[in-house]
């Protein structure tokens, strides 16, 4: 049987230097105390942009520059575009901090991070951080609206970088479709991001549908307990044709890898991501994964190709026992560990603290009090009240009954009533429970009937009145 | 406009003096140094640090000081300790009359390239038109070729130079293909330079993209998965097949044949079929049916949909844009240019809109039409009744119509004429006291849609 993790075994050695010579993570392996460190000198990078990194540059390319930011205990190695850098200043004198600054404050903005306290104000030019929570079920309580009010409020606050926590995951059932619903999320994205604002995703759980959101930014970090993916489902797509049934897969992957471009990954992560029955090997050369969509030959495998995925079939089919563990390997799904060395992930932070710093902002940060929260939050429980609601007034509408001696128009009356709130409901929360309408009309259908029930019943009364 | 400028240092410097304006500008006592920039606009506030390449430049917000970053290559003029720094709201100190938005050429912000600056005569007219907005996407009702015809209209006033076809549609009717490209290759090539410029072009609309002089992808474009079928059931489909087939087929080949397209490539994305490619050295890409091209592009078992990247790299998209003024740049290069053809690209907006309202309400038009001829025929003797009910059936044939009249898609394909007239016999006869069946009128009309 090919197993991720057994092949692994056998090339450890070439990935783990592949992997860790460019981007070593300070999730993984915080590097030894180097020259840097002691050095009484510093590099400084000026972006065009107005932002300062100052580090120990590590390589310089005619396109990239690779520098160690190191601050305290931390320290992170980045690489940045040649085209972003105005100036480069090497051997700049170090002057000495003052001991124990950087730490209270480290440790004052975590709290705040965590909600337990309001956030401190950490020291004049720390980096400003808007964060962002999209918790809960995917499409209900994370939406385009309180999305929208989110980022516009974070914007405002005029940050140095809006950070995503995903911690969301939707119903099993949408499975790869989830992507529609994502689809209907990514234009706040993509516009803060055109304005210049960076958008940083830092993945919890992004599940389903929300696996796709967060390939809309170029920087993905995870936390360790990190999990993107549940979105394999594209083999059991069944409308009966084999053909039709192609033609449905192939536009749902040319939706997602064109998600995944334009966030700048690659594509050839979607489709193993997406369905069952193909194999998808990577080698790493110059650190950079390479990917074959085969199973790799005895003589790749000796050249460093490593299965990512097989085909599942017979004693390749995924036990539960590696279900459970997190050892499947029928289709990818990302931990933090699998995210950072396919380069979907750009690291690993278990705080705030940490991601703020392997962004290159520093030690210490500002995070900012913004109502954009508040806003999702509100969201989040009001529709599930609506949803109680939806459901109590469709249970009052099958269970509807005249009662004994009522007026068959007021009863009319009164089941109109019902429709008329349910449809308000669905207005107000439309893109959760009624996005093309469809169940409005029904019910707009269903209140002319009544309509014309009553009509015809006041006819036929008007009618009697005249026999009588 | 001036043609899009582009640059992170642009943008920023537009994002300070916006923020500048909004916030009422900052105290004068605190402007001390001036920066009139080469845009026009004017940036005071006090010089921290000069060098080569830039300028540090602290200004004032309320309390609060911020330091921004001017490139030397931006500045005008550098005016130091101004004997009297501009009090906010000056004319001289407004962004938002062009400087900054202009400076991005993005699109949503606060100004569109024809307001950001006075283009000089020479510049190139370029026309948006967008086709589909998902969920109201489907080629045929939403995405028609009455309706595209409806648009070119509105922009003859406006003499574009070149029209984008802002494609974003998972497809629909296969009859409205040909009608689409007819309009595309007939009335829009030989006037402009047309474009396709792809976010998603899914069956229909992929067929249709074709026509276009020329295709741009966005990012995240996706383009392909024609197959035809038709639904048998719930969740039951059949794919096109014999003569049916043989007839997309030799469509998608006449129209990739009007977009110089090889034929092999829509065959691709209709059938399951190897697609291979070689690439010369000079860049031509030689297409072959099997898969002994150096490039896979199709094993044979699936159905093909480029992205972007597929796309450039075999050169079936000309470039990838992500922005108006992105595709601008690579349609005009340096050239000054302009967006025109405003009402043409609202009326689609709207056309959309006006149908996806009408197809709401077509149930319930269907059900009361069926209701009223119901109770006409049930009164053949009761001369009285019968009248009200056919006047009944009437009226609601008169919002049909109506309905039709604005949504060329729903005519074409909801509402076609024939269901007019095949009721309207019915409803002649039923009123002279004959009797029909209407069930039978009704499905026989209906049936001839496509």
Do not use: C
């Amino acid at each position: 049987m090919q197993r991720f993790m057994r092949v692994l075994a056998s090339a450890a050695a070439v990935l783990i230097l592949a992997v860790a010579a460019p981007a070593p993570s300070i999730a993984q392996a915080p590097a030894p105390a180097g020259a840097a460190e002691t050095a009484a000198t510093k590099d400084v990078l000026t972006f065009k942009n107005g932002r300062v990194v100052e580090g120990k540059i590590l390589e310089m390319t005619a396109s990239e520059v690779k520098i160690e930011v190191i601050s305290g205990t931390l320290r992170a190695v980045t690489t940045y575009p040649r085209a972003e850098i105005l100036t480069i200043e090497r051997d700049v004198p170090v002057a000495k901090p003052e001991a124990g600054a950087a730490s209270a404050a480290k440790a004052g903005s975590a709290k705040a991070a965590q909600g337990k306290e309001p956030a401190k104000k950490a020291s004049e030019g720390a980096a400003k951080v808007a964060l962002i929570t999209l918790k809960g079920e995917f499409g209900r309580d994370v939406s385009l609206t309180p999305i929208k009010r989110a980022l516009e409020d974070a914007v405002a606050s005029d940050p140095d970088v809006i950070v995503i926590k995903m911690d969301a995951t939707q119903d099993e059932r949408y499975g790869f479709d989830g992507l529609f619903v994502a689809e209907r999320m990514l234009a706040p994205f993509e516009e803060t991001i055109r304005s210049g604002k960076r958008v940083v995703f830092w993945i919890k759980r992004a599940m389903v549908g929300a696996a796709f959101l967060p390939f809309v930014s170029k920087e993905i970090y995870f936390l360790p307990e990190g999990r993107m993916g549940g979105i394999g489902t594209l083999q059991d797509f069944d409308l009966g044709d084999k053909r039709v049934n192609e033609k449905q897969i192939s536009l749902r992957l040319g939706h997602a890898e064109g998600i995944a471009i334009q966030g700048g990954y690659d594509p050839a992560l979607i489709k193993p991501m997406a369905r069952k029955g193909g194999w998808l090997a990577v080698n790493f050369r110059g650190g950079k994964p390479e990917y074959m969509a085969a199973k790799p030959t005895d003589e790749q495998v000796k050249e460093g190709w490593i299965v990512l995925v097989d085909d599942g079939e017979g004693p390749n089919k995924d036990t539960d026992e590696q279900i459970v563990r997190g050892k499947a390997n029928d289709v990818l799904n990302f931990d933090a560990d699998m995210a950072l060395r396919l380069n979907v992930s750009k690291g690993t932070a278990e705080d705030l603290d940490k991601l703020v710093f392997l962004l290159g902002l520093g030690s210490e940060h500002t995070l900012l009090e913004t109502k954009g929260q508040k806003a999702l939050d509100d969201w989040s429980k009001n529709t599930r009240d609506a949803l109680d609601e939806i459901r109590r007034l469709r249970d009052r509408i099958q269970g509807f009954q005249q009662k004994q001696g009522e007026d068959p128009k007021t009863a009319l009356g009164r089941r109109a009533s019902i429709l008329r709130e349910m449809r308000s409901i669905l207005t107000a929360y439309e893109e959760v429970f009624d996005p093309e309408g469809q169940q409005r009309a029904q019910i707009d259908e269903s209140l002319e009937q009544i309509k014309q029930q009553i009509a015809e019943i006041s006819k036929r009364e008007r009618g009697q009145k005249k026999q009588r | 406009m001036a043609r899009a400028e582009q640059g992170v240092w642009k943008r920023a410097a537009a994002v300070v003096v916006a923020a500048m304006a909004l916030l009422g500008g900052w105290a004068s006592s605190f402007a001390a140094d001036r920066l009139t920039l080469k845009d026009g606009r004017v940036l005071e506030g006090r010089i921290q640090r000069e060098e080569k390449d830039f300028v540090y430049l602290v200004v004032k917000i309320g309390s609060l000081e911020k330091v921004e970053l001017v490139l030397r290559e931006q500045i005008e003029k550098i005016e130091r300790e101004a004997e009297k720094a501009a009090p906010a709201g000056k004319p001289d100190a407004k962004p938002s009359d062009k400087g900054a938005p202009a400076a991005s050429g993005r699109e949503g912000e606060k100004a569109k390239p024809a307001d950001a600056a006075k283009p000089s005569g020479s510049a190139t007219r370029i026309a948006f038109i967008p086709l589909g907005d998902p969920p109201l996407d489907m080629v045929g009702i939403y995405m028609s070729a009455g309706a595209l015809r409806e648009s070119l209209k509105r922009l003859e006033p406006e003499s574009p130079d070149i029209v984008v076809l802002q494609i974003n549609s998972g497809g629909g009717i296969a009859d409205e293909v040909q009608k689409l490209s007819d309009v595309i290759e007939k009335e829009m090539k030989p006037k402009f330079r047309t474009v396709a410029w792809i976010q998603s072009a899914i069956s229909a609309a992929a067929m249709t993209a074709i026509t276009a002089n020329e295709i741009y992808f966005m990012p995240k474009g996706n383009l392909g998965a024609a197959t035809m079928f038709s639904m048998t059931g719930a969740r039951q489909a059949k794919a096109a097949e014999g003569r049916s087939l043989e007839e997309i087929l030799f469509v998608m080949e006449k129209i990739s044949k009007r977009g110089g397209y090889d034929p092999l490539l829509m065959r691709a994305m209709q059938v399951e079929t190897e697609l291979s490619a070689d690439i010369d050295a000079d860049g031509a890409v030689r297409w072959r049916n099997d898969l002994g091209g150096r490039y896979k592009v199709s094993d044979g078992k699936g159905i093909l949909t480029l992205n972007s990247q597929d796309a450039m790299r075999y050169k079936f998209a000309k470039g990838v844009a992500d922005t108006k003024a992105d595709l601008a740049k690579l349609l005009v290069g340096d050239a000054e240019w302009v967006e025109v053809g405003k009402s043409a690209a609202d009326y689609q907006a709207e056309y959309r809109e006006a149908t996806h309202q009408s197809e709401l309400t077509l149930n319930r038009l269907f059900r009361d039409l069926q209701q009223a001829i119901n109770k006409a025929v049930q009164n053949l003797q009761n001369v009285e009744e019968r009248s009200k009910a056919v006047g009944q059936a009437r009226r609601v044939l008169g919002e049909l119509r109506s309905i039709a009249q604005r949504s060329p898609g729903l005519r074409e394909y909801r509402l076609p004429d024939r269901l007019f007239k095949g009721l309207e016999e019915a409803l002649r006869r039923i009123q002279a006291g004959e009797q029909v069946d209407v069930n039978k009128i009704l499905a026989e009309a209906m049936s001839e849609e496509p």
